[in-house]
């Protein structure tokens, strides 16, 4: 094999000047751990018995660090373990042998060991309450549910409704609002709490896997499932795997890591070859774009896009009657894992980004003939260690797969930009094109005007994630850092123009086209 970086152990090294950090030690702990796991898939040691030896491997020593005490800390990091695995973290139900969850739509789980059970009284008295005469709070209350003790408000929670009329009429503000962050963060009401045990629990029907509890539990009380286990054991055999990475990826190891060293780091690891998602977004952004002037032209009120599926995911799930508006246009994911695949049929193709939605996108009826394997930022950093890959000391090279606008599809309004490009340089106007990007919470509030039709628009770019796919639940930089670098990397290619990219020419006979559940 060719050797395109200088490999070496450890992740936290420097290399030309340069350290990775982890943003907290949660991330630290979930790194070391998809490590280790990556490790024993490498050596073909998967088992019960081998998994069980990970916790002290991780946690070392009799002192605890993060928990009460070592025990219950080794105790999460083998359920953390499982779930690195492919298998069930089944935490007070322990089965005999592991359970494999891989086949499995569901990506998000509550590690239950780990959960902390926040408290979950959403109106509390605080210590500003002065215990005035006019009382206000007890008045707003129509379910008598406040009364005064010793000389302050007091709230029943068996007879609060959490209307919050008690803290909109307290003068002094002497009333909190709580909420799990796991819960408030949640877009579609599937997080939910366990009233047995008042532990986190996760409603399936309702839930997206978009990750946005993952990322908001300061307990690393949820985490998605992974597929490194598969992706190492292919690598360890020299298996051909094509991999084909986000454009996100630009700003998770800061401004030097641009496009030639990540391919080439990715080479070392043992890919065939890295082909960027961006380059299926220029051709995404060309297919939609003309699917958008011809659903314009036979009426429809407005279209949405496809390319987020945590999105795609809550329309057909919280917004039904909606679902006819989604556009019909493949992923970039799936764009240019076709692409691959019309080359190299038997190719198996990883795609790798910030994304823990993708992972249930992959087995998705009608698009999963494209991507065989889906891991995030965090289990390819994991990969680096595990194989010995220093990318920071891999070899430069010139990378100009996509255009600038295919690369910023990992912001919110990167596609909406790449469109407007679109139609301005290939004369498509017959139809005005007011688009509207949206992302995180507010993804809500949009469909809820899109239902009834006060949309200020006719094109929805929806994101899930905050920000966009820069800030997705598998990211390994903090959002802020890495929006600065992926800008001036990403702004720094060389093909200004979506039509400027040559490469479009060869997806002719490439399907952009997904099924929808109309035709299913």
């Not at 991507?371 to 891999?394: G, I």
């Amino acid at each position: 094999m060719v050797k395109y970086c200088i490999i070496k152990s450890g992740i936290q090294y420097r290399g030309s000047g340069e350290m990775f950090k982890f943003e907290t030690q949660l991330k630290k702990l979930k790194h070391e751990v998809l490590t280790e796991v990556a490790r024993l898939a490498k050596n073909d040691e998967i088992s019960l018995e081998s998994i069980e030896k990970v916790p002290y491997e991780v946690i070392k020593g009799d002192v605890a660090q993060y928990r009460c005490c070592v025990y219950k800390e080794r105790a999460i990091v083998l359920e953390r373990a499982k779930l690195a695995a492919g298998y069930l973290a089944n935490g007070d139900n322990p089965e005999p042998d592991l359970i494999d969850i891989r086949p499995d739509e569901q990506i998000i789980y509550v590690i239950e060991a780990a959960c902390d059970r926040c408290p979950i009284n959403k109106f509390n008295v605080t210590d500003s309450c002065r215990n005035c005469l006019a009382h206000r709070c007890q008045e707003a209350c129509n379910f008598g549910a406040i009364t005064i003790v010793n000389g302050r408000a007091y709230i029943n929670q068996e007879l609060c409704k959490e209307c919050g009329s008690c803290k909109k009429a307290c003068p002094y503000d002497a009333i909190s609002e709580v909420m799990r962050p796991c819960k408030r963060s949640c877009p579609t009401g599937a997080l939910d709490i366990n009233p047995n045990d008042r532990r986190a629990m996760i409603k399936e029907e309702l839930c997206v896997n978009c990750g946005s509890c993952m990322r908001a539990c300061p307990f690393g009380a949820i985490s998605d499932k992974s597929l490194i286990v598969p992706v190492a054991k292919r690598l360890a055999r020299k298996r051909k795997m094509y991999a084909v990475v986000a454009p996100a990826i630009t700003g998770q190891f800061g401004p030097t890591m641009n496009y030639g060293k990540i391919r080439n780091a990715i080479r070392t690891l043992g890919f065939e070859e890295m082909i960027e998602a961006a380059l299926g977004a220029d051709a995404v952004t060309v297919h939609e774009a003309n699917e958008f002037v011809e659903r314009m032209k036979r009426g429809d009120k407005y279209m949405t896009n496809s390319c987020c599926p945590g999105f795609l995911n809550f329309i057909e799930k919280i917004n039904p009657t909606e679902k006819d508006k989604i556009s019909g246009t493949v992923s970039p994911m799936v764009a240019a894992a076709r692409y691959i695949k019309k080359n190299e049929p038997d190719a198996k193709v990883v795609f790798i980004g910030p994304c823990t939605a993708k992972k249930s996108e992959a087995v998705r009826l009608g698009v999963s003939d494209a991507v065989d394997y889906v891991l995030t930022f965090e289990e390819l950093l994991a990969l680096f260690e595990a194989f010995n890959v220093n990318p920071f000391e891999c070899e430069e090279e010139n990378v100009n797969d996509a255009s600038v606008f295919g690369r910023n599809f990992g912001a919110s309004g990167g596609l909406t930009a790449a469109i407007k490009n679109y139609i301005a340089d290939s004369g498509v106007d017959e139809v005005e094109f007011k688009p509207i990007p949206t992302s995180g919470l507010d993804c809500k509030k949009t469909m809820m005007l899109a239902k009834v039709g006060r949309l200020p628009g006719n094109f929805i770019e929806g994101m899930m994630c905050e920000g966009g796919c820069i800030n997705g639940a598998g990211v390994i930089a903090p959002s802020m850092r890495a929006k600065v670098a992926f800008t001036k990397i990403n702004n720094g290619t060389t093909i200004k123009a979506v039509l400027k990219n040559k490469t479009l020419e060869e997806f002719e006979g490439v399907n952009l086209e997904r099924e929808s559940d109309l035709e299913k």
